[in-house]
């Protein structure tokens, strides 16, 4: 016969309610106990049923995620890092990718996730009829990016100092041509390039450096579009001696194109990213560090705490740390360059 809850309760010592709770990952439960529980449940063949803990508690124990562009690397990362935790919970995830304006009109009319999902991790920045539209589902809505909103706890980074950082480096190596390159046809409503580009242009007006729009080359967020751009930048009257990209895959791809125009980095042209990329390390690039999976994690497991505490009070905003990792990109401009 098969065990129930009762079976593994009886045989742990606890209650089938505590059973409940560690199975499903839930607070309120000593790692020594969760461990005791999961062995006995092993041990007797239990698992949870899915449809009668759903008519127990009038959940559907799935959450719907959100996302512009599924297969891009730090979305992608968010994603599974999210996911791990639901998974570990009980909790299977229903995903949307709104990559085009014609699917993303059509889910925020239609909200296909009403009385489907028990809540909401949106990885893109619903504008404020949006924002309402998710509300109206009355489930818990988190974000990993853009700032505080109403309604949302938004897991995120400071995106602005995080770029000063990347660009204060470059002015105290001695460079004075600092390019950028963006990502200004980023996702609808997206605030990072804003916020990049904003602590771009604040350390420039701290260092006495006149902002040169020559400098500025959009690179989509992608490692082709990175290449593109730094193409552009050196096809400027007064190229740049150093580059600050807001991705790391853009940052790769000016690697790239500074390759194919056999210019040295560092020697030639020094170059920043921002994320920490898992490849980041292998080319050296120097970058600003940021917690792309662990932002993903935290904001599932404040989801989660929120549907087993739905009369606490919870944070609207958290903010992960940055820091700048030195490799070997960057290094001051040669003397007889361009200054």
């Keep these: ?93 229903l995903l949307y990718n709104l990559g085009t304006p014609e699917t993303r009109k059509r889910f925020f009319t239609k909200l296909p996730v009403r009385k489907r999902v028990d809540a909401v991790l ?8 949006e924002s309402a539209a998710l509300r109206s589902l009355g489930v818990p809505l988190a974000s990993t990016v853009g700032v505080a909103r109403p309604g949302f706890t938004v897991v995120g980074i400071d995106d602005r100092a995080g770029a000063e ?30 916020e990049r580009r904003r602590g771009y242009l604040d350390v420039l007006t701290e260092a006495g450096i006149e902002h040169d729009p020559a400098l500025e080359a959009d690179g989509d967020y992608t490692l082709e579009g990175g290449e593109r751009a730094m193409t552009e930048l050196l096809a400027a009257s007064r190229p740049p001696t150093a580059v600050f990209a807001q991705s790391d895959e853009m940052a790769m791809g000016a690697l790239r194109a500074l390759r194919r125009h056999r210019l040295r980095v560092p020697d030639d042209v020094s ?14 690039l120097t970058t600003v560090a940021q917690p792309v999976a662990g932002q993903g994690a935290e904001a599932a497991r404040l989801l989660l705490r929120q549907l087993d505490e739905p009369g606490a009070e919870h944070p609207g905003h958290v903010q992960m740390p940055i820091r700048l990792v030195l490799r070997e990109t960057t290094a001051p401009p040669r003397p007889r360059g361009p200054q």
């Excluded at 562009?69 to 299977?92: H, I, P």
């Excluded at 170059?271 to 050296?284: K, N, Q, R, S, Y």
């Design 165 to 194: 950082s990347a660009v204060r480096h470059l002015v105290n190596l001695g460079h004075r041509r600092i390019g950028t390159i963006s990502g200004s046809s980023g996702p609808l409503h997206w605030t990072t390039p804003i």
């Design 1 to 93: 016969m098969t065990a129930s809850i009762n079976d593994v309760a009886r045989a742990a010592g606890v209650s089938a309610s505590t059973v409940s709770r560690a199975l499903r990952g839930r607070a309120g439960v000593s790692d020594e106990v969760r461990d005791r529980i999961a062995a006995v449940a092993a041990q007797l063949g239990y698992t949870a049923s899915r449809s009668a803990s759903s008519l127990a508690s009038g959940r559907t124990f799935t959450i719907g995620v959100v996302v512009p562009y599924v297969g891009r690397w730090f979305f992608g990362t968010v994603l599974d890092a999210a996911e791990q935790v639901f998974s570990a919970a009980g909790y299977d995830v």
């Design 271 to 284: 170059v920043v990213g921002f994320d920490d990329h898992e490849l980041a390390d292998v080319v050296g």
């Design 122 to 129: 949106s990885l893109l920045i619903p504008d404020e009829g």
